[in-house]
């Protein structure tokens, strides 16, 4: 039986957090190693061109994401492991698709629709109107069955199977492949040092590898109540109790349940959490601080990916191009 094939990116907009890891990234790895699955994972940097226009961060955010995912368990010698740019029928792919897509249905995208409603005034770039059909081209290319997301990206993979599904129609055949969402920790907003969700466009962020003072003073900063050490402490509301709840085995979690039910102090609660972060991220840190020094390595590992996914890539291309009458 033939492997059934995921896929999912990241986009190198700045330093990740943990938010990042939880949501994103730990379950890739984890999906990674599950038999009877092709893994495709990619570095989204033209995605991030719609918001970044610095080429020096730019390179040290794609290094740096690379980087994280390795350090964080994913093995380049597993999955295909690459980088958007080095592929270039995604691109071709993504104009096909273009030629394809109603612009009802672009309006309608959510990161469009946020971006309007919150400054009307703003002049859009075609990149941030046109991300669903890029990010179709990233999922059709690979034949790929699922693609892990948030229930903020759902969308995006229901306009893929939209795309898909039109040039499929009007063509009569099965040139693409359907893809599914696979939902990655779903409606769960993993909370940043303020308590709304983590993301850096709030500035609330935690980075994986903060060095151990940094993590710990932002750990200290995490808000809270006015409640007493003694006070029975809520843990819906609490931030460190859902971020320790994320990163902590069944046995810590219940210790802290218990801890939150007959009195702890917010200090104590916060140390807990720091201490429980460094003792998972000690060796990773150390990891990725050796890859982010030798940048020569994480070009060797990405284009060796990439090598690997143009093989899909350019069947896949050559079979959409033959469908359309076009020929090399």
Known sequence: MKDQVVLTGIKPTGVLHLGNWAGAIRPAVELSHKSGLKAYFFIADYHALISSKSPDKLREYTYGAAATWIALGLDPSQVVFYRQSDIPEVFE?????????????????????????????????????????????????MNSNWVPVGSDQQQHVEITRDLAHRFNRQYHTEVFTLPEALMSLAGVVI????????????????????????????????????????????????????????????????????????????????????????AQLREP??????????????????????????????KTLERVRHTLGIRR
């Not at 050490?229 to 971020?243: A, C, P, V, W, Y």
């Not at 990439?306 to 350019?314: D, P």
């Open 93 to 141: 792919l993504n104009w096909i698709l273009a030629c394809f897509s109603p612009k009802g249905l672009m309006n309608r995208a959510h990161a469009y629709k946020m971006q309007m409603q919150n400054n009307p005034t703003i002049d859009v770039n075609m990149g941030l109107y046109a991300y669903p059909i890029l990010m179709a081209a990233d999922i059709l290319i």
């Open 191 to 278: 909370p940043g040092l303020d308590g709304r969700k983590m993301s850096k466009s709030y500035d609330n962020t935690i980075p994986i590898f903060a060095p151990p003072e940094q993590l710990r003073k932002l750990i200290f900063h995490i808000t809270t109540n006015s409640s007493g050490i003694h006070d029975r402490k809520d843990e819906e509301t609490s931030t460190i109790f859902q971020l320790y709840q994320l990163f902590s085995t069944p046995e810590q979690m219940e210790v802290l349940k218990i801890q939150y039910q007959t009195g702890i102090a917010w200090g104590d609660a916060k140390e807990g959490l720091y201490s429980l972060l460094e």
């Open 285 to 314: 840190r150390e990891h990725y601080e050796t890859l982010m020094k030798d940048p020569q390595e994480l070009e060797r590992v990405l284009r060796e990916g990439a090598s690997q996914a143009r093989e899909v890539a350019s």
